[in-house]
């Protein structure tokens, strides 16, 4: 609340009609800072993002299944894994950790089209290609998807 992140307020719209203003702030004014609160709040886990050739970031059940996927490649593959513990404010600053050198980042999602994919790309902000792995034709994201997914891509296919 003393950053001003938990507004309080009142909507009336019969004040209106009375020519008042309908909306009504409980709230105080901001007593600390709305950028310490938000850095205080991100939360992710990642690892092996410093010579990582490629990097897997998820999100919930997806990044368990990231991470089984990740244990079962050949130990010479460097893969690095970001799991954002918060979705918002989202863990940007994980993002400027990988190596400059990575060629791609890898996004499974239990959907489609994906949605934290969105986040990733403006967190590397055009610095390396993102790739979604998602459901596929053969049903609903799973482990094996996303092993085979970065096999090929390790592989050059």
């Given at each position: 609340m003393a950053a001003g992140y938990w507004p309080t307020f009142r909507f009336d719209p019969r004040r209106a009609d009375a020519g008042e203003n309908p909306f009504q702030l409980d709230s105080k004014a901001p007593s600390a800072s709305y950028k310490d609160f938000i850095k205080n709040e991100t939360r992710y886990e990642a690892y092996g993002l410093e010579d990582a050739d490629i990097v897997v970031t998820a999100y919930g059940t997806a990044a368990r299944m990231a991470k089984a996927a990740i244990k079962e490649l050949d130990s010479s593959a460097k893969?690095?894994?970001i799991r954002p513990k918060t979705a918002w404010p989202f863990p940007a600053e994980a993002y400027e950790q990988i190596n400059p050198n990575c060629k791609a980042i890898f996004c499974p999602e239990i959907n489609t089209i994906g949605q934290m994919i969105d986040d990733v790309r403006i967190a590397?902000?055009?610095k390396f290609p993102v790739y979604h792995i998602g459901?596929?034709?053969?049903?609903?994201?799973?482990?094996?998807?996303?092993i085979d997914t970065l096999?090929?891509?390790l592989k050059g296919e």
């Open positions: 893969v690095g894994f590397v902000a055009g459901n596929t034709r053969s049903g609903p994201l799973n482990t094996m998807n996303i096999k090929d891509y």
